[in-house]
Structure formats: C-alpha cells, structure tokens
C-alpha cells in the first residue's frame, strides 16, 4: 500500500504540472488575427494637409457574407459611406491642416448576418506649403480685444463649430459639379494655407481663398444645400454658410448683403449675397471657405474632386 500511495502521489503531482503548463500555453496564446484587409483606395492617393479627399472600398464577401453597410472616422469626423452603383462604397474626408505625416481612417464593415468587422487603414500626407502673407487692417481687428469684443469672439466660434457639427446630420443634397461662387476669371488674391502677419503680429493659416471682386457684384452658392446660418461676425463680417449634406459645408463671408435666410434651399449657381468689405478686410473680396465637419479643407478641391457626378 504505501508504495501504491507513493505511485499516486507521483501522478498527482504530474498532472497538476501539467494542468499548469496548459494554463500558461493558453495564457500566453497570441490574439486572434485581425480582419483582414480589405480593398481600399484613396484620391488623392496622398493627399496634402488642409485636402478634401474620396474614400472607396470594395469588401469582397467572407463565406458568403456580404456588406451591407460601412461606417468609418477620420481625423475625429465621421465617414459617410455610400454604397455605389458600379461596386463598393464611397465617402468623402477631410486631411487637417495640421496632419502629421501620416492619418488612420477607421472602417466598420458591417455584414449581412449582423457581424461587424473593424479595420484601420493609414495614409500618408504631404506637407501643404504655406506662402507668407502680411496685412494691414484696423488695428481692432489685430490689437488684443476688450473683454466684451473677446466675449463676442468665442460665442462666434462657439456657433461655428455647432454649426459645422451639424453638416453631419444632413443627407447629400447635391448632384451636379461644383461651381465657383464667382467667375473663373476672378483673381484669388490669397490662396488656402497661407501664413498671415497682420499688423506685424504672425496669425494662423488662412481657412479658406479670397477671391478678387467689387463691392455689390453677385456671390453664387457652390452647390444646391440648404443655408445653416446668416451672421455679421466680427471676423467674418456678414457670412452665409450652407450645408451640402454628407459632412460638406462652405462658407461665404465678408459679404455686403445677405441674399438668403437661415433655412432656405439654394441651388447650384444661385445668388445669395452680394461682395462686400465688412468684417477684418483689408478691401472688399470674397472669402470662400469649405469645410468637412469641424475641418476646414481648401475649396478648390470641390472644383476638381468632385468635378463629376455621384453614382
């Protein structure tokens, strides 16, 4: 007996040693691998800071498994995905202006049978040069403001960004190409990106391209949307900003008048507000700014990646 006590004592304890080496192995057991990749393609292939861009994918199915649905997020702002008639889905984003040299777009791959495949895709970004600019312009508009015009100040840009978050509430509105807000032959006197000294005092990157005209002449909307809001604000001036739906936004300021109310439905190449000079100006222009969401994106990319038709 005591040697049939001692033989089980020895199988004890080998396999509680065993029982502990299968333990640890699971423990230290690599993560399953992530989703695999999927065809994705961006244009521009590396776009600048400060650059709208078109996302597309094309999610082959798993197992029989289709794509239903994709959701993403770049820069902090959503992605709005829109299933295409030749194939996959296609989104637009915004690069910040202040993108390091290289951005992740998130994807969510929704499936038919409810799973939800998750992914990150990297994307290099070219550095947008930036031209040196200096003004001259009243010196309350470069002079550190009072507390009341400092009040003003961030109420306003509390506004605008409440205002641009909301472009993401807004489905597609637009069809055709974009336009210009004025003709092809305007001047643009300062271009997206540049470096402002105003009064001597070195500002930020400008958010948008002023365009060359005279008071009173014509400013078109870019595309059919709706307007979002009509403001005098102390920078802007008199500004008209309308929303194009699936996260796009511009923006018209420094304007005379206002031709359009909050709410209204403009189309392509309708007038809705007239060039002024009101606001920080150094002479009457029109400011022309678009934004994805909170990010402001130069404009002229509306003119050239966006120049044909959705699907």
């Known amino acids: 007996m005591p040697r049939v006590r001692g033989l089980l004592r020895v199988l004890t304890s080998q396999m509680a040693s065993l029982t502990l080496t299968v333990v640890a192995a699971a423990q230290q057991a690599p993560p399953p691998p992530p989703p695999p990749g999927v065809p994705f393609a961006a244009r521009p292939r590396v776009p600048r800071q400060g650059s709208l861009i078109a996302l597309r994918v094309t999610p082959p199915p798993k197992d029989g498994d289709s794509v239903v649905a994709v959701l993403g997020e770049l ?60 003004l001259a312009t009243a010196p309350r508009f470069a002079d550190v403001p009072d507390s009341v015009v400092a009040a003003r100040i961030t109420a306003e840009r509390a506004l605008a960004r409440e205002v641009a978050r909301g472009a993401h509430d807004v489905a597609r509105l637009w069809v055709q190409p974009f336009v210009r807000p004025r003709p092809r032959a305007s001047r643009v006197t300062s271009p997206f990106g540049a470096r402002r000294v105003v009064n001597g005092i070195v500002g930020g990157r400008h958010p948008g391209v002023d365009v060359a005209a005279p008071p009173g002449v014509m400013v078109r909307a870019a595309n059919r949307g709706v307007v979002a809001l009509v403001g005098d604000f102390f920078y802007g001036g008199i500004s008209v900003y309308v929303y194009h739906g699936a996260g796009l936004m511009t923006a018209y300021h420094h304007l005379s008048r206002a031709a ?52």
């Open 260 to 311: 359009v109310a909050v709410g209204d439905t403009v189309e392509r190449g309708e007038v809705i507000g007239r060039v002024g000079a009101t606001g920080r100006v150094t002479g009457p222009h029109l400011h022309w700014g678009a934004q994805y969401g909170r990010l402001s994106v130069d404009p002229v990319d509306l003119l050239t990646l966006l120049a044909a038709r959705p699907d």
């Open 75 to 134: 820069a902090g702002e959503p992605l709005h995905f829109e299933r295409q008639t030749a194939g996959g889905f296609r989104a637009l984003g915004g690069v910040p202006l202040d993108a390091p040299d290289t951005i992740a777009v998130r994807l969510e791959l929704h499936r038919a049978t409810g799973v939800v495949d998750t992914t990150e895709v990297h994307l290099a970004v070219a550095r947008r040069l930036a031209v040196v600019e200096s």
